[in-house]
Every structure is written in C-alpha cells, then in structure tokens.
C-alpha cells in the first residue's frame, strides 16, 4: 500500500484548480501506460464522488491537455450514491454529468455506456414520500415496516452495481482513479461514523453496500466497501474547511493498515488508502490541528 501523503494548498480554489490540472495529467498518464506484456492500457476505470470532490470535473476541459485524452477509453463510477430518483439534484451522478460527463457525451468524445451510475430509486413521488414518512413516524409497526421495505431496495441496488462492478472489472475489481471527499464528521463515500449508528464500513464481504438512516440527507444511499476503496490504484480526497479539521486531525492519528480493515469506525477516512498512491488535498485552514 502507499503512503499516505498530504498537500496542503492555500484555499478551495486553488485546491480545486490544481485538482483538475492533476486528473487530466493523471489520466493522460494512465491512458499511456504500457501493460508488462508491452500493450497498451485498454482503459481506465474512475471512480467520482460528491461534494467539493466532484469540483475539479468542472474545469478540466479548460486545461488544453484534455482535448488529448482519449475518453473513449475512460469509465467514471461512483464511491456512492443517494437512493433518489434518477433526475434527482441530490444525486452525484447528475452533479457529474452536468460538470463534465454529459458535455464530453454530447460532442461525442465519451461513450454513454462508459457511465455506469448506481442505481436509482425508480417509485413514485408519492410512494417514496409515504415510505419516508412511515420511516420516520412515531408508528413503530410502521417504521419496522419502512425500513424492511427500504433495506430490501437498497440490498437490491448494492447488489446490481456489485455484480456489474465484477461484470466489467473481474471479481476482485479495481478502480484505477477513487476521487473521495470527506464530511466534517469523518465520513467518506456513504460510509458515515458508528456513533451514528453505522457499521458499514466494517463490512468485509461485499464489493457495495446499502446505507439506510444516513445521518445527511438524504436517508437512503448505496456505497462502495472499504476494502474495494483502499485497493485502488490511486486515490485522492479532497478535504477543505475549517470545519474538518477536528476530523482530519483524527482520521490522521488513526492507526490504520491503509488496506481498508483497519481504522477507527468513528472516523471512517481512517479506513482508507492507494496501492500505487494515496494523496490528500487540503488547506490550511483545516490541518491547524495536525
């Protein structure tokens, strides 16, 4: 595994500045890389997420050097998702999308196909309203009810994304390029703190999983396991504000084997790492506690 390295930049923009410069220097790279038979790499496989972490998308078309990638050959994943409707503003698929992915489609550059988004949640307004009240409602048959009914969806959704995952990548599959951002309470893809009542990224034996009850909105979530995140050929978090830093302090001070079994589950960044490079993108303002 890599060691973790830190780069600390003087505020958000210039972190999300130099983030763009670097995917698209990075995926150059990757795309020229030659295999240990001597052929070329058929692809690359990304893996995007939310937040501040889905920033640097938007302005990597403004770095000439974009116009050489060859994005027939690019996949964009995601860490994880918001179990909301596909047209949803909630959903990191279509903050990608409107950043970067549907341009690059539209001019004819990137295949639909090499998009491969989690799955949504495909109920009516009104059922998924009634579900959500019923989850949160001070009815307990009710609530037990709901969160049967949500965890079959979500199991449902983590499954079909696990099997196209190994589908398309093998059945140990690895991200070349894991984009991650994380919370102020330590979080990273949907994997969210135990305090809140969350053990999923303690879970071993699945390549995805399903989030019921996410402490953030909205409620319902289907993410990438630890593991599969740690295994990555290079994964970058971009983590700004200051309030992060008390968690960046923690997640720093975590013991941790950097190949996502190791880690302190209030912090679940802790969990994470790279195989060829692990690197985290922050600002001075938040690694004051470091």
């Known amino acids: 595994m890599a060691n973790r390295r830190l780069i600390v930049y003087p505020n958000t923009d210039l972190m999300i500045q130099a983030g763009a410069q ?18 070329r790499r058929e692809r690359v496989d990304v893996a995007l997420s939310g937040g501040s972490a ?58 639909e196909s090499n998009i ?22 001070d009815d307990e048959e009710a609530r037990a009810a709901a ?3 949500n965890d079959a969806l979500l199991d449902a959704a983590a499954r079909s994304y696990e099997s196209k995952l190994i589908r398309e990548l093998g059945p140990e599959p690895v991200i070349d390029l894991m984009i991650l951002g994380m919370g102020p309470d330590g979080h990273y893809a949907s994997l969210f703190p135990a305090s809140s009542g969350h053990h999923e990224v303690l879970v071993r034996n699945r390549l995805t999983v399903g989030v019921s ?55 679940p960044s802790s ?11 922050s600002t001075e303002e938040t690694v004051v506690k470091l």
């Open 213 to 267: 009850h996410s402490p953030k909105m909205p409620p319902l979530r289907v993410s990438l396991t630890a593991p599969l995140i740690a295994r990555s050929r290079h994964t970058w978090f971009f983590s700004a504000g200051a309030g992060k830093a008390d968690s960046l302090a923690h997640v720093f001070a975590a013991p941790t084997d950097g190949d996502g079994l190791t880690g302190d589950p209030e912090y």
């Open 54 to 111: 889905a920033k640097p998308l938007g302005l990597v078309l403004d770095d000439p050097l974009s116009a050489s990638i060859d994005w027939t050959r690019v996949h964009f994943w995601f860490s994880d998702e918001r179990f909301v409707p596909a047209d949803s503003a909630d959903r990191n698929a279509v903050a990608a999308r409107r950043l970067l992915l549907d341009q690059l489609v539209a001019e004819g550059k990137l295949p």
């Open 22 to 39: 670097r995917l698209v220097l990075t995926l150059l790279d990757l795309l020229a890389e030659r295999l240990p038979d001597g052929k």
């Open 271 to 281: 969990f994470a790492g790279g195989v060829d490079e692990f690197v985290w993108f």
């Open 116 to 137: 491969h988004e989690m799955p949504a949640d495909v109920r009516s307004a009104d059922d998924i309203a009634a579900a959500t009240a019923a989850a949160s409602g």
């Open 147 to 149: 969160d049967v009914a």
